[in-house]
């Protein structure tokens, strides 16, 4: 079912709740990168633009202490959101109560509050983690304050909180409407196209640390990939149920019968390193050789080798569709970068192809070669980029309205 998005949705006049994902790097006070904010404009711009009310929510960290809050609060991202809207932002240091019920009735069309942290509603309450359990009464209470609920936090849609679940929720309830914002209307768009309606050949390339953190999305994708090329510390587990010495590269012992069962379900369709590059210890400064498929004793896989990341490249050649998520190696350290930046080179070049970043390492490496202006889309949210690919219904999406 097609779900309700801003453009849909009067907002003159409107007090309008919007749910952004302001989670960005914070220290003393100053924010480290600020792509989420950026990210976040669209539909705030809509809704002052439009003669709405923007009042923002969003949380910030993770809040277990009091001394957690002098960290994590909005306020330095109040302020860089006013330097990007050019036009001031009010900020209220608190996320209910008179304070910001008066800011609110005091708002003019087209003003724009931040509220505080939401997750501030974790502590010192009877409820306990209010916001993040999903207090049903916080939810009906930020739902009270506002005509119009937007969600535009894909990077939290795979959790139940009080401020995505919680509000949207209790705004139906009350027979307002709560519509996706256009980042999350992206997301879902390019997400979706690539689960549910791919452009073939489609090709799912997958790394990272751990098979456990991606068996739900090579289920998923088995039977709609052409071809899935695993990469990254998960392949050894690959590689060892195939019979191949794996040294002491990462493995999970108790995934070995899975990925047997994943490497028969899906054919020729997984394809794994042919060649590695090993060293002896995790370290930019050991001794590493391109070694095959079998890793020596004493040695670990750190990144694929020259012959996979051709193999890799010449399969991706033909591709309409593909889907990144996990790095190719432990690509913090340059000796084992080359096969993260070739993958993410590769799909750079590609013409005529949706080319989906599933956010996180994958995503820092586009950013860091300079091509991410070339990817047809880097989801903003890790965690929940990979539970769509899963296939998984995401409660932060499920709750907006339907059109
Ligand atoms: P994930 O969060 O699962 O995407 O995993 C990313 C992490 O996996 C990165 O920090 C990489 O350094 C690490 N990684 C990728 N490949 C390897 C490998 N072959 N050996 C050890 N760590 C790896």
Do not use: C
Request: aromatic letters at 6%; charged letters at 25%; glycine letters at 10%.
């Amino acid at each position: 079912m097609a779900k309700l998005i801003v453009s849909d949705v009067d907002v003159k006049d409107k007090k309008v709740l919007i749910r952004v994902d302001f989670n960005v790097p914070i220290k003393n006070g100053v924010i480290g990168n600020d792509n989420r904010i950026v990210a976040a404009l669209p539909t705030i711009k809509y809704v002052i633009e439009n003669g709405g009310k923007a009042i923002l929510l969003s949380h910030l960290g993770r809040i277990k202490s009091d001394e957690d809050k002098k960290e994590l609060s909005l306020r330095p991202v109040a302020e860089r959101l006013s330097e990007l809207l050019g036009k001031d932002v009010k900020f209220v240091p608190s996320n209910e109560g008179a304070e910001l019920e008066t800011a609110i009735n005091d708002m003019k069309d087209g003003d724009v509050i931040l509220m505080e942290n939401t997750r501030f509603q974790d502590i010192d309450n009877d409820f306990g983690k209010r916001e993040s359990k999903n207090d049903p009464k916080l939810g009906e209470y930020w739902a009270s304050l506002g005509d119009v609920y937007i969600n535009d936090a894909f990077g939290t849609a795979h959790r139940a909180h009080a401020s995505n679940v919680g509000i949207a929720t209790a705004m139906k309830a009350a027979g307002k409407p709560a519509a996706a914002g256009y980042l999350m209307e992206k997301e879902i768009k390019f997400l979706g196209d690539a689960v549910d309606n791919p452009v073939h050949p489609f090709v799912t390339i997958l790394g990272g640390a751990k098979v456990s953190d991606k068996i739900g999305v090579i289920e998923n994708l088995i039977p709609k990939s052409d071809h899935i090329l695993i990469g990254g510390g998960m392949a050894y587990t690959f590689l060892a149920a195939q019979g191949h010495k794996i040294g002491k590269s990462l493995f999970e012992a108790d995934k070995v019968e899975l990925a047997k069962e994943l490497l028969e379900k899906a054919g020729d369709k997984i394809v794994l390193p042919v060649d590695n590059i090993a060293a002896a210890e995790f370290s930019n400064d050991a001794k590493h050789e391109v070694v095959g498929q079998d890793i020596p004793d004493g040695e670990m896989g750190l990144d694929i080798g020259p012959k996979t990341i051709s193999l890799f490249k010449d399969i991706l050649k033909d591709a309409k569709t593909v889907v990144w998520n996990g790095p190719m190696g432990a690509f913090e350290m340059s000796n084992y970068a080359e096969g993260t930046l070739e993958v993410g080179r590769a799909l750079g070049e590609l013409k005529d192809a949706s080319t989906i970043i599933g956010g996180g390492d994958s995503a820092a490496a586009a950013i860091q070669l300079g091509i991410a202006d070339q990817i047809t889309h880097i989801s903003t949210g890790g965690g929940a980029s990979l539970e769509y690919l899963e296939g998984k219904e995401l409660p932060g999406i499920a709750a907006i309205s339907d059109k």
